[in-house]
């Protein structure tokens, strides 16, 4: 018997600053028991809430479930208690397979040494009882194994979404810095945006934020492209109960009004990007983005504005960036009236050169790079 099979309890990985967010999506897909822990959340539910997860979760970035836990001291004993997992309930000669690991501050120190062991703990085993053993593919396996060693502790688990379900697949076409699909969803989350008025990104890059406003609006399922998830091979696998989680969220869906939904960028590219990764994703012709400069338009009152302007990371862009937030502060002091804009950034200096006192301060993460999200009131 495996571990999630014994306690119910499954590991939901979230990136670092959305654990909050990402808890209280959990809740409303009706998990019991949500717990944050390090880099992720645990979380107990039955089979069919299992699938809501993965399907509809649009800050979750993968769901383990738990298969068995150990103390590791040494290669060898992680080599023995992997080889002593029933990895025939899962797997076959049939399916593919891949271990990706992740280790800290625990003896056994290297990731990808730790993997191959479980690899070969797997082959051997199935060599053993079959003669034969199933194939590795490291690109797009049929079974994601996960192994996570932490103080001489290991968990290995399946990965109940089979690859990050930040990858929704509708993104075809990227520009400079494109935001994980996940973050974008938690900006438009954070924004607390419902559809009662405008939401508007005057500088949308690839279109990733207009794209989560849009499927959270319509209530598309951010998984809807994916052709298939880990938890379809786990034993006693529900496919009804999975076919009637489809058909509820299919049956949830609705139309965009008119207008609600807009994005421009000055570059040309962006807007082509951002035009051909919405054409992916259905019904998003309402969505209308325009070639144009923050600094051309009339200006966007009473709206929810959501941005992530540039950066200026790079050696001679700090000047530039700081000089465009500080026009972006002119912007919506003068021609955005009524509107909330929720501006994502990446230090105090660009913070400050916006010129308007934020109401509140979202720390989040860009990858590595720590972030504030700034809400800013303007009247
Ligand atoms: C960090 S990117 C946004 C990425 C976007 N959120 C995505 O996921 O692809 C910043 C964008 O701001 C645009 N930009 C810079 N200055 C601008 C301006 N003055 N007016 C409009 N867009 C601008 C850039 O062309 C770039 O696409």
Same mark, same amino acid.
């Given at each position: 018997?495996?571990?999630?099979?014994?306690?119910?309890?499954?590991?939901?990985h979230?990136?670092?600053?959305?654990?909050?967010?990402?808890?209280?999506?959990?809740?409303?897909?009706?998990?019991?028991?949500?717990?944050?822990?390090?880099?992720?959340?645990?979380?107990?539910?039955?089979?069919?809430?299992?699938?809501?997860?993965?399907?509809?979760s649009?800050?979750?970035?993968?769901?383990?479930?738990?298969?068995?836990?150990?103390?590791?001291?040494?290669?060898?004993?992680?080599?023995?208690?992997a080889?002593?997992?029933?990895?025939?309930?899962?797997?076959?000669?049939?399916?593919?397979?891949?271990?990706?690991?992740?280790?800290?501050?625990?003896?056994?120190?290297?990731?990808?040494?730790?993997?191959?062991?479980?690899?070969?703990?797997?082959?051997?085993?199935?060599?053993?009882?079959?003669?034969?053993?199933?194939?590795?593919?490291?690109?797009?396996?049929?079974?994601?194994?996960?192994?996570?060693?932490?103080?001489?502790?290991?968990?290995?688990?399946?990965?109940?979404?089979?690859?990050?379900?930040? $990858? &929704?697949? +509708?993104?075809?076409?990227?520009? =400079?810095? #494109?935001?994980?699909?996940?973050?974008?969803?938690? !900006?438009? %989350?954070?924004?607390?945006?419902?559809?009662?008025?405008?939401?508007?990104?005057?500088?949308?890059?690839?279109?990733?934020?207009?794209a989560?406003?849009?499927?959270?609006?319509?209530?598309?399922?951010?998984?809807?492209?994916?052709?298939?998830f880990?938890f379809e091979?786990?034993?006693?696998?529900?496919?009804?109960?999975?076919?009637?989680? $489809? &058909?509820? +969220?299919?049956?949830?869906?609705? =139309?965009? #009004?008119?207008?609600?939904?807009?994005?421009?960028? !000055?570059? %040309?590219?962006?807007?082509?990007?951002?035009?051909?990764?919405?054409?992916?994703?259905?019904?998003?012709?309402?969505?209308?983005v325009?070639?144009?400069?923050?600094?051309?338009?009339?200006?966007?009152?009473?709206?929810?504005?959501?941005c992530n302007?540039?950066?200026?990371?790079?050696?001679?862009?700090?000047?530039?960036?700081?000089?465009?937030?500080?026009?972006?502060?002119?912007?919506?002091?003068?021609?955005?009236?009524?509107?909330?804009?929720?501006?994502?950034?990446?230090?105090?200096?660009?913070?400050?050169?916006?010129?308007?006192?934020?109401?509140?301060?979202f720390?989040?993460?860009?990858?590595?790079?720590?972030?504030?999200?700034?809400?800013?009131?303007?009247?």
């Amino acid at each position: 018997m495996f571990a999630y099979q014994e306690d119910g309890r499954y590991f939901a990985h979230v990136a670092r600053g959305l654990e909050e967010p990402a808890k209280a999506e959990l809740e409303e897909l009706g998990a019991r028991d949500v717990e944050i822990a390090d880099s992720g959340i645990h979380f107990r539910h039955d089979a069919a809430g299992l699938y809501r997860v993965n399907y509809g979760s649009r800050l979750v970035s993968r769901v383990l479930a738990p298969l068995a836990s150990f103390s590791c001291f040494s290669e060898q004993a992680l080599y023995d208690a992997a080889r002593a997992v029933p990895w025939e309930d899962l797997l076959s000669l049939e399916r593919t397979f891949a271990v990706f690991a992740n280790v800290r501050e625990s003896r056994i120190t290297h990731s990808q040494f730790a993997a191959l062991r479980v690899k070969d703990a797997i082959a051997d085993r199935f060599r053993d009882r079959c003669g034969r053993r199933p194939d590795v593919d490291p690109e797009s396996p049929d079974v994601w194994i996960h192994l996570s060693i932490r103080s001489d502790r290991a968990v290995v688990s399946l990965d109940t979404s089979n690859g990050s379900l930040h $990858r &929704r697949g +509708y993104r075809k076409q990227t520009v =400079a810095a #494109p935001l994980q699909e996940t973050l974008a969803a938690a !900006l438009v %989350r954070l924004s607390g945006w419902q559809g009662e008025r405008p939401l508007v990104d005057p500088m949308c890059g690839s279109g990733t934020i207009l794209a989560e406003a849009y499927m959270q609006y319509c209530r598309i399922p951010p998984a809807f492209k994916r052709e298939r998830f880990g938890f379809e091979v786990m034993p006693g696998f529900d496919a009804r109960a999975w076919e009637e989680v $489809r &058909r509820e +969220y299919d049956a949830a869906r609705r =139309a965009l #009004p008119e207008g609600l939904i807009r994005g421009s960028d !000055l570059d %040309r590219r962006s807007v082509a990007a951002a035009r051909e990764n919405l054409r992916e994703i259905p019904g998003t012709r309402g969505v209308a983005v325009e070639r144009k400069d923050f600094r051309d338009l009339p200006g966007i009152p009473g709206a929810t504005i959501v941005c992530n302007p540039p950066y200026g990371v790079r050696v001679g862009e700090a000047r530039d960036a700081r000089r465009l937030y500080g026009e972006f502060g002119d912007f919506l002091k003068q021609r955005c009236p009524g509107s909330t804009a929720y501006v994502l950034c990446n230090s105090q200096e660009l913070a400050k050169a916006v010129g308007l006192k934020p109401s509140r301060r979202f720390v989040l993460f860009n990858g590595p790079l720590e972030c504030r999200l700034l809400k800013i009131e303007i009247f």
